[in-house]
């Protein structure tokens, strides 16, 4: 049984930071008694919001920094226990738009921490945040670990090289690692202000804001999700686990919806919201990936896990906070 206590104490650096999944992760980091440092560019696109960790703020290091500066990151992770690199260019659209910097951040940045962590700090345990986008248009569901793998956009084949550089560093230098491939996340601290990061954002953006829910295609598209703190709880075992060193795992949900039936869920739970079903734009449509949910059963066969917040629940817990801070992300940079 994983004892999340053994966190207390712990010298741990996320980057990322001040983004979504990584201040949810600080906070829990906080309240377990670890000693925390934020590292986050705060470039404005990419997600870094200091609202996100207004509470912890007097409690955490923040070191604003960007992870392709190899020569911050060689001193940030020295004298660390566990990195939680959750930094990333998460746009697929943007990858598309400016493959560069995509290629900088999610595969050169992510090779240049690994020297760091070789050079520094080789007792280091290290969680990489992964991406289900690499599958690419799914040839069976649920999709499993051994599916072939055949990204669609750039930013899948970054996060893919990003990936194997960990998986790599693990088998050949002993510097503990795993990744994780992620789903549909979303939670409170997510971005809103448009759907760079997740369609979900701009959806309960429109809906605050009295707007229809636009659903592209035929909204019959299939799709699951993962709450923040599932996603945590995930992130937290996979570092504390020896199990997880030098594997992949997916994330998932056993709840898939699809896109038209997850609007009417919306619709029920803020009265007086609506969607359209509109056509795909172009630049999207070429990108889409049709249906697509997770088969997580290795992760949940190896260290237990498995989420334990029901979409509905997880979208009154989201409409309910960006109700009262909306201010804070709607005109966020």
Same mark, same amino acid.
């Not at 999207?284 to 917040?309: A, M, V």
């Given at each position: 049984?994983i ?6 104490? =712990?010298?741990? !650096? ?13 906070? @829990? ?5 670890a ?7 705060? *470039?404005? *696109? ?7 960790? %207004? ?6 290091? !923040?070191? *604003? ?25 998460? /746009? ?6 400016? #493959?560069?910097?995509? !290629? ?13 962590? @070789? ?22 569901? $649920? ?7 055949r $990204?669609?956009?750039?930013?899948? *084949?970054? =996060? ?8 790599? +560093?693990n ?9 994780? @491939? ?5 939670? #409170?601290?997510? @971005? ?8 979900l954002?701009i ?8 707007? #229809?829910? !636009? ?25 504390l ?19 038209k ?12 919201? /609506? +969607? %359209? ?5 172009? %630049? ?22 498995? $989420? ?15 109700? =009262?801070?909306?201010?804070? +992300?709607?005109?966020?940079?």
């Amino acid at each position: 049984m994983i004892d999340y206590q053994d966190m207390r104490g =712990k010298e741990v !650096l996320i980057t990322g930071g001040v983004g979504f999944i990584g201040s949810n992760l600080a906070r @829990r980091l906080v309240m377990l008694g670890a000693k925390v440092t934020l590292v986050d560019s705060l *470039i404005p *696109i990419y997600g870094g919001n200091l609202h996100n960790i %207004e509470d912890i703020k007097d409690q955490v290091t !923040l070191n *604003i920094s960007d992870v392709r500066d190899a020569f911050s990151m060689a001193y940030l992770v020295q004298n660390k226990d566990y990195l939680f690199n959750l930094a990333g260019q998460t /746009s697929h659209l943007d990858s598309m738009t400016n #493959p560069q910097a995509d !290629l900088d951040i999610n595969a050169a940045a992510q090779l240049s921490i690994l020297e760091a962590c @070789r050079q520094h700090n080789q007792k280091i345990k290290i969680v990489f945040a992964s991406t289900r986008q690499l599958y690419g248009k799914p040839e069976y569901l $649920p999709v499993d670990e051994v599916h072939p793998i055949r $990204p669609v956009d750039v930013n899948g *084949i970054n =996060k893919l090289a990003g990936e194997w550089y960990h998986l790599l +560093y693990n088998n050949v230098y002993g510097i503990r690692a795993c990744a994780l @491939r992620l789903t549909n996340t979303y939670g #409170p601290g997510m @971005r809103v202000k448009d759907a760079r990061q997740t369609f979900l954002g701009i959806w309960i953006r429109n809906v605050i804001e009295g707007k #229809p829910i !636009l659903v592209f295609g035929d909204g019959l598209q299939l799709r699951d999700f993962n709450y923040v703190d599932d996603v945590v709880d995930a992130l937290l075992m996979a570092a504390l686990d020896a199990r997880a060193d030098g594997q992949v795992f997916n994330l998932g949900s056993k709840e898939v919806v699809n896109l038209k039936q997850l609007a009417q869920m919306f619709c029920e739970l803020f009265p007086g919201s /609506s +969607y %359209e079903i509109v056509p795909f734009p172009p %630049e999207r449509k070429i990108i889409d990936i049709g249906d697509y949910y997770s088969n997580y059963d290795k992760f949940q066969t190896t260290l237990g896990w498995e $989420p334990k917040t029901d979409i509905r629940q997880g979208l009154v817990s989201c409409l309910s906070y960006y109700q =009262k801070f909306h201010q804070a +992300y709607w005109n966020a940079a």
